[in-house]
């Protein structure tokens, strides 16, 4: 555990060299001060004090020498703290600010496919909390650091001093550095406990507060309660653990120097009397045990919090290394102002090791057509919605629009081309201006307006107390569900994709609203491509055609009278569909 510690602090020290050079140069000023301090007080007691008391008579020059030589090593060592503390305070903040964009930009560029194996708590706990944990050895590393060359400075200075006295230290400081070691093989598994309790309660605590609607609507306050509890424990009892351990080790390590004070005093003592050392010797030795005590215990501080960063960085490797990336090429598609056109061409899709969940799907979306996807649960339909916008990659296939693959295209330009509006809609904690516009170059109040007539959002939004600058809370919570899926069609419209896919993106509205949305859709104004995962009769009706997928297949394609007239299955869901919309309306 020490070594690859010390790994994750070499890694800190190679990413800001020079933060951790002032740091270093700082805390090792300051230990030097330390002993010069003790020299001088050695040689103002024995050369200024004992006289002046045998004489009874002070020199004010004297005095005042030795008032400047302490006020200005006062001086120098405030410096030297500033030097420390600056080096250290920026070199540990700068590594969590890189780490934590790295971690979300990895987020970014990494599949839905890894997010869905991985809690949404964890992940914050990745980017706030392991990341802290990784990086707080640093604060005190510099200082740790400076020590040590004040401790070798310590021991050249006790041995020139006298040999005996020299001894003790040489004693004392191994002493020190072994019981850190020990304290920290014992002290590892603790800790790594303790950072993986904190994220398993970022996790269950995101999980609970997310579903907080379930958990109040089916009554189950006092069993998530409980659950919660039992993670809440674990971690309790982890970090008491650390804390036992810590309130063993710290006395042990403030009373060590204390005792090698002790040990100069006993052995100083005897020196005095034989005349092998002078008074002011004696106390400067005596006095540099005495002040060892802090600056020593910085390399406690950072063997202390190595295990806890060992823990943080493995979590934060595991993100940065994960594998699954969608490379992207260098391909521009242009064409601003055209739909475009869609094609799959014998595609296959597996989730993970899984089935397959699409095989052999082959259909082509015409530039400015509406193509409607039916088919019962299961089938595939949102797997086509997630691959025509390339959340996914194929197994096996090729996607293309307007010829040009999807993997060959840059991100922006697939981002400008296409856009998804999700079944389960997304609303910012913001103003709908905010939620619509989501500060997009080119996209302005005329362009927000637009987007939202064409959503049939524009009505409800005048009659709001602020128009456009109305907060709308927390995801939407002051919005019905409709209006939310509205201002997320909008938001997607604003871009002006050229191909637009809807996953069931309007099932919280009213049939004559949907109806009136695919209609604007299908007009000029839209310029789009439209790709719809459909329930309702009637908005299957306003497609150009219909593909009906059944188990991951293409079993029928054609207008919505062509598989009516030719297709049981087909009939047998559309009605089913009717059927359970007309249910829902008389309820």
Do not use: C
Request: aromatic content about 8%; cysteine-free; overall charge neutral.
């Amino acid at each position: 555990m020490l070594g690859r510690g010390l790994r994750v602090l070499g890694q800190a020290i190679r990413d800001e060299p020079r933060l951790f050079t002032v740091g270093v140069v700082g805390s090792s000023l300051f230990g030097l001060l330390i002993i010069a301090n003790s020299y001088v007080v050695g040689g103002v007691v024995g050369h200024v004090v004992v006289p002046a008391f045998a004489s009874r008579r002070a020199e004010t020059g004297t005095l005042a020498l030795v008032a400047v030589l302490f006020l200005g090593i006062s001086v120098l060592r405030v410096a030297s703290i500033f030097g420390r503390r600056l080096g250290a305070g920026f070199m540990q903040f700068r590594l969590q600010a890189r780490y934590r964009r790295a971690v979300t930009r990895r987020y970014l560029s990494l599949p839905p496919s890894w997010h869905q194996t991985h809690a949404t708590g964890t992940l914050l706990s990745n980017a706030n909390s392991d990341v802290e944990a990784a990086f707080v050895p640093i604060a005190p590393l510099p200082f740790a650091v400076g020590t040590i060359v004040m401790v070798f400075a310590a021991v050249l200075a006790l041995f020139l001093t006298d040999w005996v006295l020299a001894l003790v230290g040489v004693a004392l400081f191994p002493a020190l550095f072994g019981l850190n070691v020990i304290y920290s093989r014992y002290m590892s598994p603790r800790q790594i406990r303790a950072q993986q309790m904190r994220a398993k309660v970022s996790a269950v605590a995101h999980e609970s507060f997310d579903g907080a609607l379930v958990v109040k609507t089916m009554g189950r306050e006092e069993d998530e309660s409980r659950r919660f509890a039992v993670f809440v424990t674990e971690l309790r009892d982890a970090l008491i653990s650390v804390g036992r351990l810590r309130g063993l080790f710290d006395p042990v390590m403030d009373s060590l120097p204390s005792v090698g004070t002790l040990a100069v005093l006993l052995l100083g003592a005897w020196r005095l009397q034989t005349g092998a050392i002078s008074v002011a010797e004696l106390v400067t030795v005596s006095f540099l045990f005495t002040v060892l005590a802090f600056p020593v215990r910085a390399i406690g501080w950072v063997v202390a919090e190595l295990p806890r960063s060992v823990a943080g960085w493995d979590r934060v490797q595991a993100v940065i290394s994960s594998t699954g990336d969608l490379h992207y090429g260098t391909k521009n598609l242009e064409k601003s102002g055209e739909s475009a056109t869609l094609a799959f061409e014998h595609v296959d899709f597996a989730y993970g090791d899984g089935p397959l969940v699409l095989n052999d799907v082959t259909f082509t979306v015409p530039a400015g057509k509406t193509v409607a996807l039916v088919g019962p649960t299961g089938s595939g339909k949102s797997t086509i919605a997630s691959l025509a916008i390339r959340l996914v990659d194929p197994a096996d296939g090729k996607i293309t629009i307007d010829g040009e693959e999807l993997p060959s295209l840059t991100e922006a330009s697939l981002a400008r081309t296409a856009a998804l509006v999700p079944q389960i809609p997304f609303v910012f904690d913001d103003t709908v201006r905010g939620n619509v516009t989501l500060e997009r170059d080119g996209v302005g109040e005329e362009e927000a307006w637009r987007a939202l007539r064409l959503a049939q959002a524009d009505r409800f939004i005048e009659k709001l107390p602020e128009g456009l600058d109305t907060a709308v809370g927390e995801r939407g919570t002051s919005l019905s569900g409709g209006q939310r899926q509205r201002i997320t069609l909008a938001r997607a419209l604003a871009g002006r994709p050229r191909l637009l896919v809807l996953d069931d993106a309007t099932s919280a509205v009213d049939p004559r609203v949907e109806a009136a949305i695919l209609g604007s859709l299908r007009g000029r104004e839209a310029g789009a491509s439209i790709l719809v995962v459909a329930y309702r009769r009637a908005t299957i009706a306003l497609a150009d055609e219909v593909i009906y997928l059944e188990q991951g297949k293409v079993v029928a394609t054609g207008t919505h009278a062509d598989l009516l007239a030719g297709n049981q299955g087909y009939v047998d869901l559309v009605t089913a569909y009717e059927k359970a919309e007309q249910e829902r309306v008389e309820a």
